[in-house]
């Protein structure tokens, strides 16, 4: 691994004299490479803190550009680059943060075609997408590359996250569950209404995409424990938090065995 320079030790100061980070959690994160899927508004505060805390290599996919709607919320934009593109932005406000940090840009939607591909490269991915059919296609893709996966979702004035971490086994030897264990299936095209069409609270989008941010951090210096089997759930009406739990399920399509999984493996 590469050491950290003066600039580095003074920059992540608060970062190396925390006993569960210290010098060498800064140098696993120096040395890590997420991926980012999605740079609005979960990924717009992920992104930042992730090159607040140093990771070394930030991929960011995306195939949006910038719009006026989106600066409630994605605050990694600013109004000069409405048009932009969204990775080009977001790779320019890295740059203006943190020159340590290095970015690669992916203009293009991830799909089941590409994702393998994507991914391949990366150490960890982050899903911050809003829309069904990618955050199964990265999931399944984590899961056939052995990545680990933070993934989180939007409502109006709630939002998710857990962490995947399917191609391992638990503390019982059971395998950790899938995102198809917690969500077989996507729901029915339209039943639920897009950010455009429902609206959602700007701050909210802030909160969970630093706690994905978190989440990233702990998975890669290895403090507290993960949101591995774990949905946290966040109610911004009440300001409430809570945790429910799942687990493994034999029946799902990715590392289920029952003979009905195994048929139906995408």
């Known amino acids: 691994m590469t050491a950290l320079s003066p600039d580095e030790i003074e920059r992540y100061a608060r970062h190396i004299v925390l006993r569960e980070v210290g010098g ?34 930030i991929g960011v996919v995306d195939d949006d550009t910038v719009s006026l709607s989106n600066l409630q919320r994605q605050v990694i934009h600013g109004t000069p680059d409405i048009g932009r593109p969204k990775v080009e932005s977001a790779a320019a406000a890295v740059a203006r943060l943190n020159p340590h940090v290095r970015v690669a840009t992916h203009a293009t939607r991830l799909t089941p075609e590409n994702a393998e591909g994507l991914i391949a490269d990366y150490d960890l991915v982050a899903d911050g997408s809003d829309n069904f059919s990618t955050r199964y296609a990265v999931s399944d893709a984590c899961y056939r590359a052995r990545r680990p996966l933070v993934t989180a979702a939007l409502g109006q004035f709630d939002g998710s996250l857990t962490t995947i971490r399917a191609h391992e086994t638990g503390p019982d030897g059971r395998p950790n569950p899938t995102y198809r264990c917690l969500f077989p299936s996507p729901p029915p095209a339209g ?24 989440e990233v951090i702990r998975a890669v210096t290895g403090f507290g424990e993960p949101l591995v089997g774990r949905l946290l759930m966040v109610d911004a009406r009440a300001l409430r938090f809570e945790t429910l739990h799942y687990a493994w399920d034999p029946g799902n399509p990715l590392s289920g065995t029952d003979p009905e999984a195994l048929a139906a493996r995408p």
């Open 191 to 214: 039943a639920v209404p897009t950010c455009a069409e429902a609206g959602v609270l700007g701050a909210l989008a802030g909160l969970m995409g630093s706690l994905m941010a978190l």
């Open 24 to 57: 060498p959690g800064q140098v696993r994160l120096k040395a890590a490479r997420v991926l980012v899927v999605g740079a609005g508004g979960l990924g717009a505060p992920l992104i930042q803190y992730l090159a607040a805390a140093g990771i070394g290599m």
